[in-house]
């Protein structure tokens, strides 16, 4: 899917249509060029000869597989200045590729790339949307050379380079294969398909025929599943209108389609009959096209209306099928019709961006008002979706053979399902509102992985759904008994069980929701469940292609240093795509989300540099490039010289800061040729602790035990430590679970704070990390090199850097970390009397308090400076008063809280360095009734310069690329009077903003 977008990428920027149409298989080598015919060919030796044969390097001779070969050859002929295109001859893929290579080169050469490359990058895939790293936008000869790069060296390989490529994944595979073969003639795992179609093909090459009509059924539903996909893409990657929450949502939607739908129908296929007259055959995929992928008008509201309602009648179908259908096929049928339902309902969740309503559905006709006509509330597709889904996972437990390990968890499915059913008709207390949030999070988060942790104890059996009464308690009461019994549960459960995973992840949610449902009662339902579960060794263990589910952690901070609620048993989002963050809502299982490692990591090795004070050990195969060392200590840790590290570069305990700083545990030192891992493991002393960083990795301290299924711990790199460690959490690391910075690449981000709050002091400065890096650089670099200070702090504690840290820290605005773990004011007081400060000591403290903040990085706007040195001249003017002798101040007196004060807070001033060209406000001309409305002409002058400068942590109001795709927004901002921040537009220029759009907002 990388390689389509990269192809498409490129058509789009040199202004071509995407291309994803083409002709039914199998095809006759004439359709394609010289030698290479194309076929659906079970697993075995001949596919993958052909697969190797299609991937096979340029200059590398090889033979198709037996029957495959072309039986003609395509004219390798084209004349300069013909106009319009004949077949060529490319032998190879990456010869194919090469050659757009060189056409590309020589349009450049002969018009330039400003000609060249016409296509609006707004229009092309973005890591945004799909999350590779590797997908550049195409805007140049250079950009467009890395994206033909890319395709070429994960399939051929790098210029010929093809053992890591897809080459030499088939040439793997094949050996191995053989290999197994040869030791056991007997083996065979592939089920007996037959290429079969449901529809002989247009071009009248003869296939078999599936005779079997369920099967025929089912192999249609995949087609028009596949048919759906295509279609999406090619809205995706020639959309016109659509915003960028749209265009997430499409890509979305062809994630979902993959592995929601395309994944479960074609593992359904195999094991169906191709019918009477094929005996033991079973079918095959066929990738049946029955419409032109490129059919779709080019209007947005009536693209996405087709679309939906494509999806819809395909989870008819589904539901069709279904009931005439056996067991097996209708418990799989019933969660690919769940998906097509819930695709279809994220499409139709953007209508309303354009004033539009969903067609009607089959079971109901929505009214002016957005209920569907047979009275259930809102949302009720969502909650038949949900309840659809629900009952496909009840079918697979009722229909399992449960042995004695798994009644337990049976009991805990059966007791969950109906609480989930009641809770969706509505039958428990008070959960008519949050009937949608409670049953996702059921249906998503506890049935789901139960009955997943139930799979490897069932056999194949058929079973009905008990429809008999639902719970009848109150949700609160009936999810908090849940709860307690999953805890109980898990106790019981061997730590080498496969269903642990699944059991945990269940438990998780379970836990959380019996905590929210009844605020009154969280802290106390926290407790009890701790102790139920206090025989549980800590740790934290990574579910196969799921969450880290986390056992008796009790202290998770947020990247400020927050203290974050934490459950005796949690499940932490590692995919990326949870919407609460950073806890597990299920969405791996609905993206495809694999939690193996990348065989392109950076390869694991540990490097030795030795100084003349210190040696450093690094593994550039564990780092997650956060930038502590390399940031702080540039001439040891060079990011742009080799070798990576200088071990002479720096001095000696600033080295050792650096090294015990790394986050990811990837470096560590030895002294006198001896490593010295305790001091760098911080002796072990170190409160366990998992930092949910910003944008970026979980970071664990304190030696929280990281273990895999099984129990045993999770293998890590050389050199890497096991007191401190970063783990994934955007989905994309190339070295998973751990992370490798990949969050970078693919612009992993975390939910952006309402622009209408007001961040504090320590929110701007960046929380309790900050202010701990700032302190310790003044108590362990500035203050023991000076005279006057030294001698004063010479005995002070071990931890005074990190309770100055929180004293500050609750000063600007943060958590009350100083007053509930050291006593607040009067404690602070009370540090200082008797000490007789003189003003040069308070003066030299100052100066270098600013230094070291200067250095640890805080914020340098005026904003911030101002307040925060007012504070520092304050608070240092206070201590000096209070220590002299006789003093005697006040008791009790409250903590003292800083703000921004008369300068405000960043952002609501107008820079004196921002933009030199575009400085002034523009003069404002509001266009004639008849005149076309432009962002250039009209809509930028509306917004003035403080508009611009107070929005800018955001977007650019004077930038295009910005508006356009957030007018809506903005509008409804500018209707309701929060757009700009001092006062409502005149409704005249509301009305101009509301023509542009409406016009089809022109640059």
Partial sequence: MLHLALVHNLLSAVGAAPHLARPNLPQPAAHYPAGVQLALLPFGTEALQHFMFLERPEGMELEDAEGLAAMGRAEPVLEKGDIVPRLQDFATVGHLYR???????????????????????????????????????????????????????????????????????????????????????????????????????????????????????????????????????????????????????????????????????????????AGPGYDGRTAGPSFELFYESDYLMPHRSAAWALLAERLDEAAHLSEE?????????????????????????????????????????????????????DGQPAGGDELESLRARAAGLARVVAGASIGDDGRDLAELFDRAHQLTRAVMTGSTDGTRGRARAVAARLVDSVLRPLAGALAPITAEGSGTVDDGPVTKGPVDEEVWHLAQQATRVCTRVSASSSARSGLLEATAALQDLACDVDPDERDARTEELRRLQTSLTPGIQPAPDGPYLVVNAENLRGWLGDAIPARPTMALCRCGGSAMKPFCDGTHATIGFIGAKDPKRVPDREDTYVGQQVTILDNRGTCQHSGFCSDRLSTVFRTDEEPFVAPSGGRMDEIIRAV??????????????????????????????????????????????????????????????YEHYALCRCGHSQNKPFCSGMHWYVD????????????????????????????????????????????????????????????????????????????????????????????????????????????????????????????????????????????????????????????????????????????????????????????????????????????????????????????????????????????????????????????????
């Avoid at 998906?339 to 309303?352: G, N, V």
């Avoid at 990837?666 to 493991?681: F, H, K, M, N, P």
């Fill in 99 to 273: 050659s757009i290579e060189q056409g590309l080169a020589h349009l450049a050469d002969k018009y330039g790339e400003e000609w060249l490359f016409v296509g609006p990058p707004k229009a092309q895939a973005t890591t945004a949307s799909f999350r590779w790293p590797e997908l550049v936008p195409v805007t140049d000869l250079t950009s467009a050379q890395q994206a033909v790069d890319t395709i070429l060296e994960q399939g051929e390989g790098p210029r010929g380079e093809w053992r890591t490529a897809h080459f030499g994944q088939f040439v793997d595979i094949l050996d191995e294969y053989q290999q197994m073969t040869q030791a056991n003639p007997d083996f065979d795992p592939v089920r007996p398909v037959l290429a079969a179609c449901v529809r002989q093909p247009e071009r009248h090459v003869e296939v078999p025929l599936i005779t079997d009509a369920l099967t025929a059924r089912c192999t249609d539903l995949f087609n028009v599943g596949y048919e759906i996909l295509l279609q999406i893409f090619e809205r995706y990657f020639a959309h016109t209108e659509e915003t960028d929450p749209q265009l997430a949502t499409l890509a979305d939607a062809t994630v979902a389609l993959m592995f929601q739908v395309i994944k479960p129908l074609g593992d359904l296929i195999t094991t169906l009959p």
């Fill in 321 to 373: 099928i279904a009931s005439d259908a056996g067991a097996q096929v209708a418990d799989a049928l019933s969660t690919v019709g769940s998906a097509l339902t819930d695709i279809a309902q994220s499409l139709k969740a953007h209508f309303a961006d354009w004033g539009a309503q969903p067609r009607p559905v089959r079971d109901g006709t929505p009214s002016a008002d957005g209920q569907p006509a």
């Fill in 660 to 721: 015990r700083d790394c986050p990811s545990g990837a470096l560590s030192y030895a002294i006198d040729g001896e490593e010295v891992r305790d001091q760098v493991d911080w002796d072990n002393r170190r409160q366990p602790a998992i930092e949910v960083s910003k944008d970026g990795p979980y970071r664990i301290t304190g030696g929280i035990a990281l273990v895999g299924e099984g129990g045993a711990d999770v293998a890590r790199n050389a050199g890497a430590s």
């Fill in 748 to 1003: 992993f981000h975390d939910p952006v704070p309402d622009p209408d709050d007001e961040p504090t002091m320590f929110e701007w400065c960046g929380g309790l990390p900050a202010l701990t890096r700032m302190t310790r650089l003044f108590y362990e670099r500035y203050v023991p090199e000076d005279p006057l200070l030294a001698p004063l702090f010479a005995n002070m504690s071990a931890d005074h850097p990190q309770r100055v840290a929180a004293w500050l820290g609750e000063v600007f605005g943060g958590p009350p970390v100083y007053s509930d773990e050291y006593g607040g004011y009067s404690r602070m007081v009370h540090q200082h009397i008797g000490k007789e400060l003189s003003e040069e000591r308070r003066a030299r403290w100052v100066m270098l308090i600013l230094r070291a903040a200067d250095d640890a990085g805080l914020p340098s706007d005026p904003e911030f400076r101002s307040a925060f040195t007012a504070y520092i001249e304050w608070g240092s003017r206070i201590a000096l008063e209070n220590s002299q002798a006789g003093a005697e101040p006040p008791e009790h007196m409250p903590m003292p809280h800083w703000s921004w004060g008369t300068a405000g807070p960043p952002g609501s001033r107008v820079s004196a360095v921002a933009a030199p060209a575009e400085g002034a406000d523009q003069p404002v001309v509001l266009p004639a009734a008849d005149q076309t409305v432009s962002f250039a002409t009209h809509i930028k002058p509306l917004f003035r310069q403080r508009d611009r400068q107070s929005m800018k942590f955001a977007f650019d109001l004077w930038s295009y690329d910005d508006v356009a795709p957030r007018a809506d927004d903005i509008l409804g901002r500018l209707r309701d009077g929060s757009m700009p921040c001092d006062g409502a537009w005149e409704d005249e220029k509301v009305q101009v903003f509301q023509r542009w759009i409406e016009s089809g907002k022109s640059a």
